[in-house]
């Protein structure tokens, strides 16, 4: 069984850090692009950052540039999201997946996704 599990999330103050991580089981991603998404209450799921197969090229959305990093290790199959200088309106429930199509910023051209972890940024 394929499986992504996300951890790390939790609630923060403005200014603060998190640092979230994904493990994935059942196969390796190693091939593939992997992305942070992140859904608010009342909104769609909307695309935070991807890396890709080997680590050599990252996207990010405009709204988190320069504050969030995303990583990973292929020994490991896992990766990760740094988060720094959080804001209120990074408050929403974070999901990682795993690339099947050509537009990474697109949730369905993901065809596997963890279950995601809250992320609550306090003012």
């Known amino acids: 069984q394929v499986q992504l599990v996300e951890s790390g999330g939790g609630l923060v103050q403005a200014g603060g850090s998190l640092r979230l991580s994904c493990a994935a089981s059942?196969?390796?991603?190693?091939?593939?692009?992997l992305g942070w998404f992140r859904q608010a209450p009342g909104k769609e799921r909307a695309f935070v950052a991807a890396?890709?197969?080997?680590?050599?090229?990252?996207y990010y959305a405009d709204s988190v540039k320069g504050r969030f990093t995303i990583s990973r290790d292929n020994t490991r199959n896992t990766v990760s999201l740094q988060m720094n200088s959080l804001k209120p309106e990074d408050t929403a429930v974070y999901y990682c997946?795993?690339?099947?199509?050509?537009?990474?910023?697109?949730?369905?051209?993901?065809?596997?996704w963890g279950q995601g972890t809250q992320v609550t940024v306090s003012s």
């Open positions: 997946a795993a690339l099947r199509g050509g537009n990474y910023y697109l949730p369905n051209e993901y065809d596997y």
């Open positions: 059942g196969r390796t991603f190693s091939s593939r692009t």
């Open positions: 890396i890709g197969w080997s680590g050599g090229w990252t």
